[in-house]
């Protein structure tokens, strides 16, 4: 059975303390151990959005794993603590767009009260997909110069993807060898897709362009083939 290429590119806006879709968040997952490789069942886990204030509490499960999906992307701060040990804070870890982002946490043993702040961590792994992407972050969608204003213009920036003007389209890129109506545009996780313009302008191409101040990040996949996008 052949399978088709598809484009996806999933948009996050500035300013959304809660997007409306899985693809337009990302999650945080870990495991806390202790010092000899040991789990840690029943911790406390705080993960703070740092510019929103948003808490979201979970407790690492019976192999010391917790799991909190569908967050905003940004910047946070975890805090983990049991009972036996030392209470630990790591800050200054970003989440971005669609990603899923592995944190191994380890605890010393010691007072809960007592507590260790790791402020400068190091970058979280995503290992929990295989599809191929690349995330463009605000400052260069503002940064770098643009024709027309046009967010989407910056895709050529991933690998794989070139830019595209056609009469059939007004999407400015292609990515992944397919063709301009093989794309699936998601803004803030909802469909912003155009699948045609009534003989005005063509066909398969984008309901809505935003601004580009607007746009926090957006990310371009170019071999996903996973359920959660439904197309």
Same mark, same amino acid.
């Given at each position: 059975?052949?399978?088709?290429?598809?484009?996806?590119?999933?948009?996050?806006?500035?300013?959304?303390?809660?997007?409306?879709?899985?693809?337009?968040?990302?999650?945080?997952?870990?495991?806390?151990?202790?010092?000899?490789?040991?789990?840690?069942?029943?911790?406390?886990?705080?993960?703070?959005?740092?510019?929103?204030?948003?808490?979201?509490?979970?407790?690492?499960?019976?192999?010391?794993?917790? $799991?909190?999906?569908?967050?905003?992307?940004?910047?946070?701060?975890?805090?983990?603590?049991?009972?036996?040990?030392?209470?630990?804070?790591?800050?200054?870890?970003?989440?971005?767009?669609?990603?899923?982002?592995?944190?191994?946490?380890?605890?010393?043993?010691?007072?809960? $009260?007592?507590?260790?702040?790791?402020?400068?961590?190091?970058?979280?792994?995503?290992?929990?997909?295989?599809?191929? %992407?690349?995330?463009?972050?605000?400052?260069?969608?503002?940064?770098?110069?643009?024709?027309?204003?046009?967010?989407?213009?910056?895709?050529?920036?991933?690998?794989?993807?070139?830019?595209?003007?056609?009469?059939?389209?007004?999407?400015?890129?292609?990515? %992944?060898?397919?063709?301009?109506?093989?794309?699936?545009?998601?803004?803030?996780?909802?469909?912003?897709?155009?699948?045609?313009?009534?003989?005005?302008?063509?066909?398969?191409?984008?309901?809505?362009?935003?601004?580009?101040?607007?746009?926090?990040?957006?990310?371009?996949?170019?071999?996903?083939?996973?359920?959660?996008?439904?197309?």
């Amino acid at each position: 059975m052949k399978q088709r290429l598809f484009t996806i590119v999933t948009i996050a806006a500035l300013g959304a303390a809660i997007c409306s879709s899985q693809v337009a968040t990302g999650n945080i997952r870990g495991t806390v151990s202790d010092a000899s490789g040991g789990i840690l069942p029943n911790c406390s886990v705080t993960i703070t959005h740092t510019d929103t204030g948003l808490i979201r509490k979970v407790i690492t499960n019976e192999q010391g794993d917790f $799991n909190a999906p569908s967050l905003p992307v940004g910047e946070y701060r975890i805090a983990v603590a049991v009972t036996g040990f030392e209470s630990k804070i790591l800050s200054g870890l970003i989440l971005q767009v669609d990603q899923t982002a592995t944190v191994p946490i380890v605890l010393q043993p010691g007072a809960v $009260n007592q507590t260790v702040e790791v402020t400068a961590a190091a970058p979280v792994l995503d290992s929990q997909t295989s599809s191929l %992407g690349q995330v463009i972050e605000n400052k260069r969608i503002v940064d770098l110069p643009l024709n027309g204003r046009n967010p989407f213009q910056l895709g050529v920036l991933a690998g794989g993807a070139v830019a595209f003007q056609g009469l059939t389209t007004n999407l400015p890129i292609l990515a %992944g060898g397919g063709r301009h109506n093989a794309n699936d545009i998601l803004l803030d996780g909802v469909d912003d897709n155009l699948r045609n313009f009534n003989g005005k302008v063509g066909r398969a191409g984008l309901t809505y362009i935003p601004s580009v101040d607007a746009v926090e990040e957006f990310k371009v996949k170019t071999n996903s083939f996973s359920a959660e996008y439904g197309h």
